[in-house]
């Protein structure tokens, strides 16, 4: 990767479970970190800065900046908020403003990044995919359960040498960091291990164990449907490992989208189980268990 030497200015929207979690790295790291929030959130981080409780990175509280609206030019901005929210959360983000900054998300789902490409350059918008447990407890209060935090990175418009040092700057800060060499095939990756977990988890109110018992003819359904609908776009997706992963992983995990549910919060059953839908349907794939589940959830 290519190596930076000099700190960035970056932006992160939507300073929540991930977003907070890559702020309070990135602050850490020793670069400038601006948070776009709403106004009790910004109060919040401006008064106190933002704190971090991680098993893997420790617990520590790092100042940071923070507003309600990005009003200057700055070298990346980190996407961050719920699916659901994305489109009114972008106006917190000025195109006029942005410059050439690179626009990162970190968000469930495939379909996202043409959001982005709508309203900024394609060659500034770089994907990202990023696996860790980190939830928001109280504005400016995130804790990281995971012990692990591993983000990948590809974009098929940006310029490779851009794409690559803001590889380095996440990899240093301590993300274990990947650049892929198929953004679709990264998307579509990480689709296929969180659209089984996120819909049986949530339809059934069980983790993960409780969907290995219970449910597994569905959960090798919706494996086998995904497959089909992932290879008619030529998307590179091993859904054995997948399996092997959801077969190895502790009993009692459960998913995003469940622990929305039990709160009462907005789910990303369009996002994660829709997008499925829509491109099976344009392919002229049958995939009835996946549409069950998406219908079961309000999708």
């Not at 380095?168 to 291990?193: I, N, P, Q």
Request: glycine fraction near 8%.
């Amino acid at each position: 990767m290519i190596k930076n030497s000099a700190p960035w200015t970056v932006a992160v929207l939507g300073p929540g479970g991930i977003g907070g979690l890559a702020a309070a790295l990135l602050a850490r790291a020793g670069h400038r970190v601006i948070c776009l929030a709403r106004e009790e959130t910004a109060a919040a981080l401006n008064e106190q800065g933002l704190t971090l409780r991680s098993g893997k990175f420790g617990d520590f509280t790092v100042p940071v900046e923070a507003d309600t609206r990005l009003r200057e030019s700055v070298d990346a901005v980190i996407v961050a908020p719920k699916e659901t929210a994305l489109r009114a959360a972008l106006d917190r983000v000025p195109p006029h403003v942005v410059g050439d900054a690179l626009l990162m998300p970190l968000l469930n789902g495939v379909e996202h990044p043409a959001v982005l490409r709508e309203r900024y350059p394609a060659q500034q918008v770089v994907p990202g995919t990023i696996r860790a447990e980190s939830t928001r407890t109280a504005p400016g209060v995130i804790e990281h359960a995971t012990p692990f935090a591993r983000v990948e990175v590809a974009s098929d418009t940006a310029p490779h040498a851009r794409v690559e040092a803001l590889a380095y700057v996440l990899d240093a800060a301590g993300f274990a960091t990947t650049l892929c060499h198929s953004e679709r095939s990264m998307l579509w990756g990480k689709l296929s291990m969180l659209l089984p977990l996120a819909l049986l988890t949530t339809r059934y109110e069980v983790p993960i164990g409780g969907v290995r018992d219970a449910h597994r003819s569905e959960l090798l359904a919706v494996l086998e449907e995904f497959k089909q609908v992932a290879d008619g776009i030529g998307a590179e997706v091993d859904t054995d490992a997948v399996l092997a992963f959801l077969d190895e992983a502790p009993e009692g995990m459960r998913s995003s989208m469940q622990r929305d549910a039990a709160a009462g919060r907005p789910l990303e059953v369009d996002a994660i189980g829709g997008a499925l839908l829509r491109e099976a349907a344009r392919q002229g794939v049958d995939v009835p268990v996946t549409a069950k589940l998406v219908a079961a959830l309000g999708g």
